[in-house]
């Protein structure tokens, strides 16, 4: 088992080993607790040193190809046939780097859920799903097809749901389930209605091929706005976020860690989309500006709904699809410059600032989620009218929320300030006013965290609680040990992984001849 | 003119599904709405691998006279119909678990009292 | 307990019934690669044998000969034996799910091209996926049917 050998099938590995864990999560749960939790954090670093070994490749040598099924997995057009038939995955920059996002959460939410979920019932289960959303998101962020595409936003959206309902002795988790799952439902057959019609017109699968093929006709017109449609409710955009603080805020912490990075898998999807699949034959800065006005919305729809919450995980669920707008409006921003010469480096900017909030918000999110967990751990109410007093007892959690805090609004020596300068540039060369509302969000998502923080850490101590157990820690400490590192080298980090991740997203003919060839 | 009648049909399916999912009060007519959907997005997969006077893609003891492949109707567009139809399932069963668990905790199947969730 | 279970003529037939139920549901998993089923449809008729039996005898009676964890632990080997014949995929050949078994003494011969009447003895992997998928179908139809019945008895 030599490295090249294992680096030319690390594409299905990636997506093959969460899956084997999960069928043998249940079959050593019968045996023992403790060889089960110990295999299922095993397989995740596992996972995780793999995804980062794919990762250097890929950033180095560009697109990584694997054909399922084929005598030579980078053949992907077989010699009888003029198109890809098998399923191909297709790793670029960008695939690569929303798979390092999700190896690292769901190794965070994992390590955390060791000690969070100690008194339910079903853990061996719980894993089993918990593998499952993995392997959803990474199958697909790394599938170059789109009915592969489809099936795994399936598997993400089922997982996902059961999870949500993990805590079913609740009304309120199996009420919060029930409402992502009919969402989910719709936009999967939204997005197979699509997949289907492009298939009735060109009969092919691949996004690649189809990239190449596709005419734009009015089909193609209507696939479009499904697929943005279905894609855009999935990964929880204003108008149609309304399912995000109701499935937040009942799942259990680190699942909810979870569900931030698998909107982000559909945020992915919704990219390669319009840069890929659609790409040049689009209208870029109509695109570009609507992409901008959902962006806007989202922002400040998202903060004028957190601050008057009191529940802090519907308060942060808000958060989230604020954050969201930040990334949209960084990516629409770059689609609108790019099209205009003169400032096409700053275009590449703001897809770099948008992208780089992608990874930022999985890390600061999930920490914030997870300190929220922590919270509730002990004192069992989300309610923050009932909590105060916490620093006293639970001071490495205060810290982990303060950096946490710290980082979503943008204060200097933390990873969000990075990516929100970036996009701050960028927007200022389309109209001042976009800065101002972007900086306005962010102050008023100050503001908001500041109250948090008041009600839960400050004050006299009323609760006598102790610190939340070491594994709690450990998964809060490894997003927070990310989160410290990118703001102290965001230079490095754009420029290593970002920037080729916006590169790839933005080149879409080599995209194309990565499988169809020259 | 006959030909095009699947594809009405598809389209009615949607429109009725849509309608049950939007306007239907009760949780599992909702769930009715959602499998609705599905079997006209399947019916559309379905149609768009028919060929006129097709035969059904197997090898084993075709017709004679046919001519292998030309005269057999699109198998992909099946395949995908059969994935989505087991996927179907799965969501299926969930939903109406997830409902079995709502009426245990609320004692009602009416969507507008289940909302403990709304501030 | 006993008001579940129905009249003798009924668990009679049922219990008569099932073997050849399970036999045409073996039947379809294993010429999925020659005529139409396959492993789902396979594992749909094998599971609704034993959604008869639950009908037929009460969810507690079927609870006791399999329990919803021993289905659930029958349907992880399927889905263990589908991800690990996919990995012999590269282990044995060139890449994941690639059909490592042609010309093999199972499963391997190939078939002529053109109508012919079908050999079991063909497909390569394909009856191997097949059984993954048609354990796996059982095992979980069955156990959602179990679960909702017994939650269902439960409210009375």
Redesign the interface.
């Known amino acids: 088992m030599n490295v090249d050998w294992l680096l030319e099938h690390s594409p299905a590995l990636i997506i093959v080993l969460p899956l084997l864990a999960a069928f043998l999560t249940p079959i050593i749960d019968k045996f023992s607790k403790k060889a089960r939790n110990a295999f299922v954090i095993a397989v995740l670093i596992i996972e995780e040193i793999l995804v980062i070994f794919l990762a250097h490749d890929v950033f180095t040598n560009g697109i990584h190809i694997y054909t399922m099924g084929a005598a030579n997995p980078t053949e992907t057009v077989p010699a009888q046939a003029a198109v890809p038939i098998r399923i191909v995955l297709e790793v670029d920059g960008m695939s690569i780097f929303m798979a390092l996002i999700s190896a690292t959460v769901s190794l965070a939410a994992a390590i955390y859920s060791l000690a969070y979920i100690e008194e339910e019932k079903g853990k061996g289960k719980f894993y089993t799903l918990l593998l499952l959303v993995l392997v959803g998101m990474l199958g697909m962020e790394l599938t170059g097809d789109m009915f592969n595409m489809f099936v795994f936003l399936e598997v993400l959206s089922i997982a996902c749901a059961a999870l949500i309902a993990y805590r079913s002795h609740f009304g309120d988790s199996v009420e919060g389930a029930f409402k992502f799952l009919i969402i989910s439902s719709i936009a999967a057959l939204f997005v197979l209605f699509a997949i289907a019609l492009l298939y009735a017109q060109y009969d092919l699968l691949n996004i690649a091929a189809l990239a190449s093929a596709i005419n734009y006709t009015h089909l193609d017109k209507i696939a479009l706005v499904l697929l943005i449609a279905a894609f855009a409710m999935k990964c929880g955009a204003v108008p149609m976020h309304f399912w995000t603080p109701d499935a937040y805020s009942v799942a259990p912490s680190s699942i909810t860690a979870m569900l931030v990075a698998a909107s982000q898998a559909s945020l992915y999807a919704l990219f390669r989309v319009c840069f890929t699949l659609y790409g040049v034959t689009l209208n870029l800065a109509t695109i570009g500006a609507v992409i901008i006005i959902f962006g806007l919305l989202s922002m400040f729809v998202g903060v004028t709904m957190a601050i008057p919450q009191k529940d802090i995980k519907r308060l942060m669920a808000y958060h989230a699809i604020s954050q969201t707008g930040y990334m949209l409006l960084g990516v629409g921003v770059g689609l609108y410059l790019l099209t205009k010469p003169e400032f096409s480096s700053y275009g590449i900017k703001a897809m770099e600032g948008g992208i780089f909030h992608i990874i930022n918000h999985a890390m600061y999110k999930g920490l914030l989620f997870l300190t929220a967990g922590a919270i509730y751990y002990r004192l069992k109410t989300r309610n923050l009218n009932e909590m105060g007093g916490l620093g006293h007892s639970m001071k490495y959690t205060s810290i982990f929320f303060i950096i946490g805090a710290l980082a979503i609004a943008g204060i200097p020596p933390f990873n969000g300030f990075a990516s929100k300068l970036l996009i701050y540039e960028a927007a200022y060369k389309v109209s001042p006013i976009l800065s101002i509302i972007a900086m306005l969000v962010s102050i008023l998502t100050l503001a908001s965290f500041v109250k948090v923080f008041h009600s839960a850490f400050m004050g006299p101590k009323i609760h006598d609680v102790e610190e939340v157990p070491k594994s709690m820690l450990a998964g809060m400490a490894v997003l927070t040990f990310v989160i410290i590192l990118f703001g102290l080298f965001p230079g490095w980090v754009v420029s290593n992984i970002v920037h080729p991740a916006a590169q790839a997203l933005a080149d879409q003919a080599a995209y194309i001849q990565a499988v169809l060839g020259g | 003119m006959i030909y095009n009648i699947p594809f009405y049909t598809v389209v009615a399916l949607i429109l009725i599904g849509l309608y049950a999912m939007l306007f239907k009060r009760n949780l599992i007519k909702i769930a009715i709405g959602l499998t609705i959907l599905e079997s006209g997005v399947n019916l559309f997969l379905i149609t768009l691998g028919y060929r006129k006077e097709g035969v059904a893609p197997i090898y084993t003891n075709l017709p004679s006279g046919i001519d292998v492949p030309d005269k057999m109707v699109l198998p992909v567009p099946q395949a995908l119909t059969l994935t989505s139809i087991v996927i179907g399932v799965a969501v299926l069963a969930l939903v109406l678990s997830i409902t079995m668990m709502i009426y245990r905790h609320y004692g009602t199947l009416d969507s507008r009292k289940v909302r403990r969730l709304k501030e | 307990m006993s008001e579940e279970r129905m009249s003798v003529i009924v668990t009679t037939i049922a219990s008569l019934l099932f073997p050849f139920i399970f036999i045409f549901s073996f039947y379809v998993i294993m010429h999925g690669h020659?005529?139409?089923g396959g492993g789902?449809q396979g594992g749909a008729i094998g599971a609704s044998a034993i959604v008869m039996l639950i009908v037929a005898y009460g969810a507690r009676e079927v609870y006791k000969k399999a329990s919803d964890e021993k289905l659930?632990?029958f349907e992880?080997?399927g889905?263990?034996l589908f991800?690990?014949v996919?990995?012999l995929?590269?282990i044995l050949?060139?890449?994941?799910?690639?059909?490592f078994l042609v010309g093999e003494p199972i499963f391997g011969n190939i078939?002529p091209?053109?109508?012919?009447?079908?050999e079991l003895n063909s497909g390569g992997i394909l009856p191997l996926l097949n059984i993954a998928v048609g354990m796996k179908v059982i095992g979980?139809?069955a156990s959602?049917v179990l679960?909702?019945a017994l939650?269902?008895g439960e409210?009375k």
């Open positions: 020659l005529t139409p789902f659930s632990i992880s080997v889905g263990l991800v690990l996919g990995i995929g590269f050949a060139a890449s994941f799910l690639s059909n078939p091209f053109g109508s012919n009447p079908g979980g139809l959602v679960i909702m939650a269902g409210k």
